[in-house]
């Protein structure tokens, strides 16, 4: 008797410890899920930087930098040329680089190692992205005190190489890396869009190219070259196929437009003013252009100098940066040569709503430094930063594609003006699209503008190209546009990019938390897997635990 009643005690304890287990197990996994999701968005805080009084050169440092190229193998070689040229003149500091092949790529990477501390030195980047790096306290190193620092600074007395100095960064390019009053990066490289014209089939089409595109000029040269022959192809290039505008940066291209008409897009502090009737307006031109197949996005329809090049296309919107691709001669073709057509090619300023207000966005990367424990290996990072602007890169650089050098010292150089004037000696280093695009630039950098940089700024960026990349697919689709389309439109791109969680970030009640933004997919993906399998297991030792209970009640 007694014997039966100690198993019975003994089952029961078996079934309350195994169920106090199993509570336990769930409260940790819950712990778990919050703690790796809270990770991202509560970093641990870093003293801020200061520069140290000497540059120790007694010690060895080894610093990483993250680059973007675009599968360019000249690029690549310039990369590795300028580290190597640096560790000749600093032996004690070892440059190792790693490859990207697209900057977002560059920014989910940032994100996910400011959670874990190990971020890179230093990166190739764009100042939307640093606004959001720049929630981790100290986690990026401001510039100010390092850009003027009488011996490390630009062009300080102690650098072993010539460094351009603050006063020879053009002004506008400098300025583009200023948040909140404060440098946070040096600009490497800039371009801008151009629109690249078939000038052939302008003519063609019975018109002639103004000194300056306008919209109306666009569309109206995009309707005519719609017209088709008796075969059904069309007039103009004789072919099946013509889409004769096509726009590479949807983004941009929302920017630019409402940038040139005066129109809200964004305040500084980070006020969304995207949603207003003039960006409905033009939404609705879009609309009928895309209905009409005279307009169409690289999104939806492709690379546009693929189309240009094969004569599919008239005007070609991309970045200057973009140049080497665009022409029948072009030193990068994507197209077989027996669909190459044969046209002239003029580099122009992408379409002016105000001819006499020119307005053309800049942009181009620039280069960050992360903070870290050792002050002096940020220093080695900042040496290593600024020898980027030093005019050996930045000349051989820029000659890959049409990017300008982001120095006065390296563009009054004689090497850069014998460069710009041996247009068309080849199609390779002196190409001479290439270089007209350049020179666009340099002869407009009065007439560029940037958006307002902030937390959040990336996100309203892809929000304003995805209200075109929307509009023209369902015109294309042939579903009606209206302004409940609109409502709807507006509202659902508010939800993907949580553009109505921005103003919240600036709030003053939103009692100071800082937001890294949306979390890299690889980031979600392992998040979810971790919760996925402690739940699996969570619902093992629930149905352990109830099968143990009940077969201590048999």
């Not at 070892?94 to 874990?116: C, F, K």
């Not at 379409?351 to 990367?365: E, H, K, L, R």
């Not at 005019?391 to 006065?408: F, H, K, M, R, W």
């Amino acid at each position: 008797m007694r014997k039966n009643q100690g198993k019975r005690i003994w089952r029961q304890n078996r079934k309350r410890g195994t169920w106090r287990r199993g509570v336990l197990l769930a409260l940790l996994v819950l712990f778990c899920v919050v703690f790796l999701s809270a990770c991202h968005g509560s970093q641990e805080t870093k003293e801020a930087f200061e520069v140290p009084e000497e540059f120790d050169a007694s010690r060895d440092y080894e610093i990483t930098f993250w680059a973007k190229n675009d599968t360019n193998k000249t690029q690549v070689a310039i990369y590795e040329q300028a580290i190597e040229d640096f560790e000749a003149l600093y032996p004690n500091i070892t440059v190792n680089i790693r490859l990207y092949t697209d900057y977002s790529d560059i920014y989910n990477d940032v994100i996910t190692n400011i959670a874990t501390d190990t971020t890179p030195n230093v990166c190739i980047t764009y100042p939307d992205h640093i606004a959001t790096y720049l929630t981790g306290d100290n986690q990026v190193v401001a510039l100010d005190d390092l850009m003027t620092d009488e011996k490390y600074g630009l062009g300080g007395s102690e650098l072993l190489f010539d460094s351009p100095t603050v006063d020879e960064v053009v002004p506008q390019f400098l300025e583009e890396c200023q948040i909140d009053g404060t440098y946070y990066a040096l600009p490497y490289m800039r371009s801008t869009e151009a629109c690249y014209v078939n000038k052939t089939y302008v003519e063609a089409l019975g018109f002639e190219l103004p000194e300056t595109l306008t919209w109306d000029f666009i569309w109206e040269v995009c309707e005519a070259a719609m017209e088709k022959d008796a075969d059904g192809n069309f007039a103009v290039n004789g072919q099946s196929v013509m889409i004769p505008f096509i726009y590479k940066s949807t983004d941009n291209m929302m920017i630019t437009m409402l940038k040139q008409l005066d129109a809200g897009y964004s305040t500084a502090a980070g006020d969304v003013l995207l949603f207003n009737d003039t960006t409905t307006e033009l939404l609705y031109e879009i609309a009928e252009r895309a209905e009409n197949r005279e307009f169409s996005t690289f999104k939806i329809s492709g690379y546009p100098a693929n189309f240009l090049n094969a004569g599919q296309c008239i005007f070609a919107i991309d970045s200057t940066a973009g140049a080497t691709w665009m022409g029948t001669d072009a030193p990068l073709l994507d197209i077989s040569e027996d669909k190459l057509v044969e046209f002239e090619t003029v580099v122009m300023a992408v379409p002016q709503y105000d001819t006499g207000n020119v307005q053309m966005i800049s942009q181009g990367p620039s280069i960050c430094i992360f903070n870290k424990e050792d002050s002096q290996e940020v220093l080695a990072s900042w040496l290593f930063a600024q020898y980027l602007l030093t005019n050996d890169v930045q000349i051989a650089y820029s000659q890959t594609e049409g990017y300008l050098p982001v120095t006065t010292k390296a563009q009054e150089s004689d090497e850069y003006q014998d460069y710009l004037s041996r247009s068309g000696e080849d199609n390779s280093t002196y190409y001479s699209v290439k270089i007209d695009a350049a020179k666009l630039l340099l002869d407009n950098i009065e007439n560029t503008f940037t958006t307002a940089v902030f937390n959040g700024s990336t996100s309203l960026r892809s929000a304003a190209g995805q209200l075109i990349e929307n509009t023209t697919k369902s015109a294309r689709r042939g579903e009606t546009i209206d302004d409940a389309y609109f409502e709807t439109l507006y509202e659902d791109v508010t939800s993907l990019y949580r553009l109505d969680q921005i103003e919240a970030a600036d709030d003053e009640d939103s009692g100071g938390l800082k937001d890294l933004g949306p979390l890299p997919q690889t980031s979600v993906i392992l998040l979810g897997s971790l919760a996925a399998v402690w739940a699996l297991i969570l619902l093992y030792l629930l149905w352990q635990a109830v099968k143990t209970r009940k077969s201590g009640g048999d």
